[in-house]
């Protein structure tokens, strides 16, 4: 009973927060955000142990597989766009995953962080489950890697469409790669206002940005440890 009340409330607290984003479109209030911060705010308020929350939200992150999958839809209706802009896609992740792991590495040496930290910041671009896998292989703190994967991901679901603006990006290949590519989850789900082309290209960056970033990311390490 109280993994359905989990549930129901997590449901109900996502939908009324898609409303709200609905009505005052700003990137701030993107639901998979707002709910995440209430839910935390819940959870500490109640005084809720994360496990006992995990009874009922486990069911949810069961939902994360088949959710990737379905992104295999619009990959399939667009796969003609995906194979005339193959290098395009393939260069842009791989320039896109050397520039992440080159800034977030001078960043922070820069705050004196400890190797360990550093090593857990490194996958910080890669989609949560091959991130925690690549940061454990490293030596680093997978729980915390998933925080900064997260932090990535808000940050660049939030700040994405400024960027667009200012520097004017318009293309669905340019969208959908660096988004993809930088904010993987968070910033796929962004990009489904922008089309499906856009989303395709950014299904496919998240998927690239997955399979060399744990190619990358360890030979990374190795030269600069």
């Given at each position: 009973m109280k993994a359905v009340a989990i549930i129901l409330i997590t449901i109900c607290i996502f939908y009324l927060m898609s409303k709200l984003?609905?009505?005052?479109?700003?990137?701030?209030?993107?639901?998979?955000?707002?709910?995440?911060?209430?839910?935390?705010?819940?959870l500490a308020l109640g005084n809720i142990p994360y496990e006992t929350y995990m009874t009922g939200g486990k069911w949810i992150d069961v939902m994360l597989g088949p959710a990737v999958v379905s992104l295999a839809y619009p990959l399939y209706t667009q796969r003609h766009m995906i194979k005339t802009?193959?290098?395009?896609?393939?260069?842009?992740?791989?320039?896109?995953?050397?520039?992440?792991?080159i800034s977030?590495?001078?960043?922070?040496?820069?705050?004196?962080?400890?190797?360990?930290?550093?090593?857990?910041?490194?996958?910080?671009?890669?989609?949560?489950?091959?991130?925690m896998q690549v940061s454990d292989s490293l030596g680093g703190i997978p729980p915390m890697t998933a925080v900064?994967?997260?932090?990535?991901?808000?940050?660049?679901?939030?700040?994405?469409?400024f960027i667009f603006r200012v520097c004017k990006i318009d293309t669905a290949v340019s969208r959908g790669v660096s988004m993809g590519g930088g904010a993987h989850g968070f910033g796929v789900s962004k990009l489904t206002e922008y089309g499906e082309k856009t989303l395709s290209m950014g299904s496919v960056s998240m998927t690239l940005s997955a399979v060399i970033g744990a190619f990358i990311c360890p030979l990374f390490a190795m030269l600069i440890f």
């Open positions: 984003y609905a009505r005052f479109s700003t990137p701030f209030l993107l639901p998979i955000l707002t709910t995440t911060i209430i839910g935390v705010f819940i802009y193959k290098l395009s896609i393939i260069s842009g992740v791989i320039v896109a995953m050397i520039s992440g792991l977030v590495f001078a960043l922070a040496k820069l705050m004196r962080l400890d190797d360990e930290m550093v090593r857990s910041l490194l996958p910080k671009s890669i989609t949560t489950p091959v991130a900064f994967v997260m932090v990535a991901g808000f940050t660049g679901a939030i700040l994405g469409p």
